[in-house]
């Protein structure tokens, strides 16, 4: 078979089990794809094409032609993948992870199998996989199931299921090298991985091995016009802002902050004046990363072995497989600043205001807080299979997963230290601080370029904590029929199991936070494990085929028993029912139940502050038309033109030992055509209704924030949940118990609580179609997600939000993210002799701003188009080159008044801008 016509039966099988794996393949893919386990069953079929649930297939093929590094970047665009998603631009609270979130119902609830079997938590947090940590050289094929799969997987696939399939039966030799940039010449990807594979010379066993090596550049966010700096909005205008924490220090009298009129600065020329922001506050953007730069090293095994064959009883197989992945990443933030609010006495040297006063000072002098992780990975199964002489299939299999995560943060402060360099009388009773200041007495940190390098090194301080976690499993499957009992031409099948697995997550704090000498460091040790025991059955029972009107009908029930020794045991079902009255028309319909079971970090998560960004409620609240918002804003003590720069409020999250297990319902009802009228054309449609009820989270702080301050008198009870800056260790402001000096909100509680609903419901559309087009041939498809609902209510008292069409925070990470209602993936590719090129369409729906305000300018976003462009040449038997272009036409980001980072919403819109790649492959 010529190479042309091979890439063409493979391309249209993808194509077609990318659809719906319902569609009629081509007669090649039939005899190449023999029995196979599909995603969302451990029954055989004769082909992927059979699969009776939605599950959408991406080959190695299509992950070379998009041109991207990393698997993230891949999946993250996707239809059925929405919502807030970590990744290489989330900078501020990412540890390096990249993730994907089906149904935008969170990556704990997207279970992510490689081949069929679970890998490790990033660190603590449970069920949650860090995608860096597969190579992407070593993938054959990606199995989407969009459809919940407790009974098969057990707990974490309530919205679906990612099963990543490896190359294990490879032969010969590949070497595979890329690299691309930016149109700024920055950013650069670069990638190169080997590949082997042999089989033993009586073709009784077969061994693979794949390393790869993958790197990315960072790119500033100061690099970018729309991010290089952060944006306010005052009246009608759109102002270059930053933080109030800014160097010079802004400060506030220690006794009454607000005889100031607000925070004050010393101002070089003038001397001490009000603090402007416009003027004064610090760009955090410029300093920070818009992409976060990361090294990957990775290598893969796989190797089975025939043992045996007793042909009265079973076949005896060996197979062993290992995956170890080192990730080295970096995040780099604005300085730290005194957040801690220490106080200067007026006895300070450099003290203008002749009194006690709280300062606000960005630590510049330092360069930035800077935050690397050095992240190793290991997962190793080993196990036997074999096949009885009655044609039933077993496996025997343990598993085992480890995650190490060595994190450095620099830059950060020791408050008591600090509080030292600014006494004179203090620092001088310490020979350390007295030798760091010298003849200054003190630090000055009313102007710049004052903090010394000896007065850095007495009082800053690093990180170092250390996270731990560890998986493993025994699994047992067994997989038959009833021989000749049958209803129809197939006889009914079935499959049964046992695994009993345990997890065990543990973090050791740094030495310096475990005495409190790092700000907003936790210095506590904690961890946490949990053991369950677990069997389910799967029954597939053909009823009728053969029929006028009836070319199939049949029925799948499934169940799955879970024991867990911290929540205790349940039981979910599931059942699948597939109609064709006709060959090139099916019908099919699925209900399953699902359950999540708490993770070690929701159970067991120590109290831990955090600084959460928020709309404050009582900007500008004068214009206000609510006459409750204005009454309560104006009982804290605020002026009508409050302003708030870079709002974030200090608050509180954790674990409860107290949770219970989340809940969930799945409906889907699918129908798949491939019309006789017209060749290689089909077309899928399937309808998807999901239902998660006592789900895990907190509240968001906005949420706590707005629902108090449009309550009657501070009557909801979200107010009981802001304790105040006492319990973050802020000093309050005198006019309100909520705010700290500064007047940001603090003390919001937000620990987990099984408190929430999730309802999501939509439509997956899916074409595809071939043809042959003057000398070559033509090849299109298109999968869309249209997302009816997305409806989130945070706890009974709270107002249910639906956020299809919307942008706002999202519920799982409580990150500005957007969730379209339409979201659109196309492919058009043309193949002739030695070459091939495609262009990708992909398109984000129009939202707008969930809760916007009276005043904010910028609420809506449309529709927003990206064109990719890939061209490979392959005349040369052994080699093939690819080049290409992502965001052909340079689209920007849109700027929203509502933002999380970068003035946009870097969770869902390319920051990158227009990238050029090219790749070679040699294949011996």
């Given at each position: 078979m010529d190479r042309s016509r091979l890439s063409r039966a493979i391309k249209g099988t993808i194509a077609a089990t990318a659809l719906s794996t319902s569609f009629a393949t081509l007669s090649f893919a039939q005899e190449v794809v023999e029995e196979v386990v599909v995603t969302g069953t451990r029954i055989q079929r004769a082909t992927d094409a059979t699969s009776a649930t939605p599950i959408s297939v991406f080959d190695a093929a299509q992950l070379q032609e998009s041109g991207q590094t990393t698997l993230e970047d891949f999946l993250q665009d996707i239809p059925s993948m929405?919502?807030?998603?970590?990744?290489?631009?989330?900078?501020?609270?990412?540890?390096?992870?990249?993730?994907?979130?089906?149904?935008?119902?969170?990556?704990?609830?997207?279970?992510?199998?490689?081949?069929?079997?679970?890998?490790?938590?990033?660190?603590?947090?449970?069920?949650?996989?860090?995608?860096?940590?597969?190579?992407?050289?070593?993938?054959?094929?990606?199995?989407?199931?969009?459809?919940?799969?407790?009974?098969?997987?057990?707990?974490?696939?309530?919205?679906?299921?990612?099963?990543?399939?490896?190359?294990?039966?490879?032969?010969?030799?590949?070497?595979?090298?890329?690299?691309?940039?930016?149109?700024?010449?920055?950013?650069?990807?670069?990638?190169?991985?080997?590949?082997?594979?042999?089989?033993?010379?009586?073709?009784?066993?077969?061994?693979?091995?794949?390393?790869?090596?993958?790197?990315?550049?960072?790119?500033?966010q100061g690099d970018r016009d729309f991010s290089d700096c952060p944006l306010f909005e005052s009246g009608d205008q759109v102002l270059c802002g930053g933080s109030g924490t800014t160097s010079p220090a802004q400060y506030f009298s220690a006794l009454?902050?607000?005889?100031?009129?607000?925070?004050?600065?010393?101002?070089?020329?003038?001397?001490?004046?009000?603090?402007?922001?416009?003027?004064?506050?610090?760009?955090?953007?410029?300093?920070?990363?818009?992409?976060?730069?990361?090294?990957?090293?990775?290598?893969?095994?796989?190797?089975?072995?025939?043992?045996?064959?007793?042909?009265?009883?079973?076949?005896?197989?060996?197979?062993?497989?290992?995956?170890?992945?080192?990730?080295?990443?970096d995040q780099l933030l604005a300085p730290e600043g005194t957040f801690f609010?220490?106080?200067?006495?007026?006895?300070?040297?450099?003290?203008?205001?002749?009194?006690?006063?709280?300062?606000?000072?960005?630590?510049?002098?330092?360069?930035?807080?800077?935050?690397?992780?050095?992240?190793?990975?290991?997962?190793?199964?080993?196990?036997?299979?074999?096949?009885?002489?009655?044609?039933?299939?077993?496996?025997?299999?343990?598993?085992?997963?480890?995650?190490?995560?060595?994190?450095?943060?620099?830059?950060?402060?020791?408050p008591g230290r600090f509080q030292t360099l600014l006494d004179p009388d203090a620092c001088a009773d310490d020979p350390e601080c007295a030798a760091a200041v010298g003849g200054a007495g003190a630090w000055d940190p009313f102007r710049e370029n004052t903090l010394t390098q000896a007065m850095q090194d007495y009082a800053l301080v690093v990180n170092s904590p250390v996270e731990k976690e560890k998986l493993s499993s025994l699994q047992a499957n067994v997989v038959g029929d009833f021989g000749d009992f049958a209803l129809a031409s197939e006889p009914f099948q079935w499959a049964a199991g046992y695994e009993h697995r345990k997890e065990r997550a543990e973090v050791t704090a740094d030495g310096a936070a475990s005495l409190g000498q790092i700000y907003f460091?936790?210095?506590?040790?904690?961890?946490?494990k949990y053991e369950v025991d677990e069997f389910y059955g799967e029954l597939r029972a053909p009823l009728m085929d053969g029929r006028p009107w009836v070319d199939l009908l049949a029925l799948e029930a499934s169940f799955r028993y879970s024991?867990?020794?911290?929540?205790?045991?349940?039981?979910?079902?599931?059942?699948?029912?597939?109609?064709?009255?006709?060959?090139?028309?099916?019908?099919?319909?699925?209900?399953?139940?699902?359950?999540?079971?708490?993770?070690?970090?929701?159970?067991?998560?120590?109290?831990?502050?955090?600084?959460?960004?928020?709309?404050?409620?009582?900007?500008?609240?004068?214009?206000?038309?609510?006459?409750?918002?204005?009454?309560?804003?104006?009982?804290?003590?605020?002026?009508?033109?409050?302003?708030?720069?870079?709002?974030?409020?200090?608050?509180?999250?954790?674990?409860?030992?107290?949770?219970?297990?989340?809940?969930?319902?799945?409906?889907?009802?699918?129908?798949?055509?491939?019309?006789?009228?017209?060749?290689?054309?089909?077309?899928?449609?399937?309808?998807?209704?999901?239902?998660?009820?006592?789900?895990?989270?907190?509240?968001t702080t906005n949420t706590i924030v707005d629902n108090c301050y449009t309550s009657e008198g501070f009557s909801s009870p979200a107010c009981d949940l802001i304790t105040g800056p006492g319990a973050v260790g802020l000093s309050p402001s005198p006019t309100s118990p909520r705010r700290a000096a500064d007047n940001s909100i603090s003390g919001q509680i937000l620990t987990t609580q099984n408190i929430s609903t999730f309802e999501t419901s939509g439509f997956d559309l899916g074409a595809d179609y071939s043809m042959e087009a003057g000398p070559g041939y033509f090849t299109f498809n298109a999968t869309?997600?249209?997302?009816?609902?997305?409806?989130?209510?945070?706890?009974?008292?709270?107002?249910?939000?639906?956020?299809?069409?919307?942008?706002?925070?999202?519920?799982?990470?409580?990150?500005?993210?957007?969730?379209?209602?339409?979201?659109?993936?196309?492919?058009?590719?043309?193949?002739?002799?030695?070459?091939?090129?495609?262009?990708?369409?992909?398109?984000?729906?129009?939202v707008d701003d969930i809760a916007p305000r009276e005043n904010d300018l910028m609420t809506h976003v449309?529709?927003?188009?990206?064109?990719?462009?890939?061209?490979?040449?392959?005349?040369?038997?052994?080699?093939?080159?690819?080049?290409?272009?992502?965001?052909?036409?340079?689209?920007?980001?849109?700027?929203?008044?509502n933002y999380d980072d970068m003035n946009t919403l870097p969770l869902n819109y390319d920051t990158v801008g227009r990238f050029f790649y090219g790749s070679v492959t040699f294949k011996f």
């Open positions: 929405t919502g807030g998603q970590l990744g290489s631009s989330v900078n501020n609270g990412n540890p390096g992870l990249a993730t994907v979130s089906l149904r935008g119902l969170g990556s704990s609830r997207t279970l992510i199998l490689l081949n069929g079997r679970r890998l490790p938590s990033a660190g603590t947090a449970t069920g949650t996989v860090d995608l860096n940590m597969i190579p992407t050289s070593a993938i054959e094929r990606m199995e989407i199931l969009r459809d919940g799969a407790s009974t098969i997987y057990g707990s974490d696939a309530i919205a679906g299921v990612v099963n990543i399939i490896t190359r294990k039966s490879f032969e010969g030799a590949e070497i595979y090298a890329s690299a691309g940039t930016s149109q700024e010449g920055d950013g650069q990807e670069y990638s190169a991985a080997w590949t082997f594979g042999a089989s033993s010379a009586e073709d009784d066993g077969h061994v693979m091995f794949n390393m790869q090596y993958s790197r990315r550049q960072d790119i500033f009454d902050p607000a005889s100031f009129e607000g925070g004050r600065i010393l101002d070089p020329d003038t001397g001490p004046r009000a603090f402007d922001s416009t003027i004064d506050g610090f760009n955090f953007a410029e300093v920070s990363y818009l992409i976060t730069p990361q090294e990957v090293v990775s290598s893969y095994g796989y190797g089975e072995q025939e043992l045996w064959n007793w042909e009265d009883f079973t076949t005896f197989e060996a197979f062993g497989e290992f995956l170890f992945t080192n990730r080295q990443s609010q220490p106080v200067v006495p007026a006895t300070n040297p450099g003290n203008p205001q002749g009194e006690d006063v709280i300062i606000l000072r960005r630590l510049t002098e330092t360069g930035g807080r800077s935050f690397s992780q050095d992240v190793n990975t290991w997962h190793g199964v080993v196990g036997f299979k074999g096949e009885f002489c009655n044609h039933w299939t077993w496996d025997l299999s343990y598993n085992y997963n480890r995650w190490v995560d060595t994190q450095i943060d620099r830059g950060r402060s020791n460091v936790s210095g506590q040790d904690w961890g946490g024991d867990y020794d911290t929540i205790g045991d349940d039981t979910t079902f599931g059942v699948v029912l597939e109609y064709a009255p006709m060959e090139h028309l099916r019908f099919r319909g699925t209900y399953s139940e699902g359950f999540r079971a708490p993770g070690i970090d929701d159970l067991f998560l120590p109290p831990t502050q955090s600084a959460e960004t928020y709309t404050d409620p009582c900007a500008n609240y004068g214009s206000s038309s609510n006459p409750v918002l204005r009454a309560n804003c104006a009982a804290d003590g605020l002026p009508t033109d409050f302003e708030l720069g870079n709002s974030q409020a200090t608050g509180l999250f954790g674990g409860n030992e107290d949770l219970k297990a989340e809940e969930s319902e799945s409906w889907t009802l699918g129908i798949v055509w491939t019309p006789t009228f017209i060749e290689d054309l089909s077309f899928s449609l399937d309808y998807f209704d999901i239902t998660v009820d006592d789900a895990i989270g907190t509240f869309a997600t249209y997302l009816k609902e997305y409806n989130f209510q945070a706890s009974e008292f709270e107002p249910e939000v639906d956020l299809a069409g919307f942008y706002g925070a999202d519920p799982v990470t409580t990150r500005i993210a957007a969730f379209p209602e339409w979201k659109l993936l196309t492919n058009f590719g043309y193949e002739y002799d030695c070459w091939d090129a495609n262009v990708t369409v992909r398109m984000e729906g129009e449309d529709n927003k188009w990206y064109t990719d462009f890939n061209f490979n040449y392959y005349r040369w038997e052994d080699i093939t080159l690819t080049g290409g272009i992502r965001n052909v036409w340079n689209q920007q980001p849109p700027y929203v008044t």
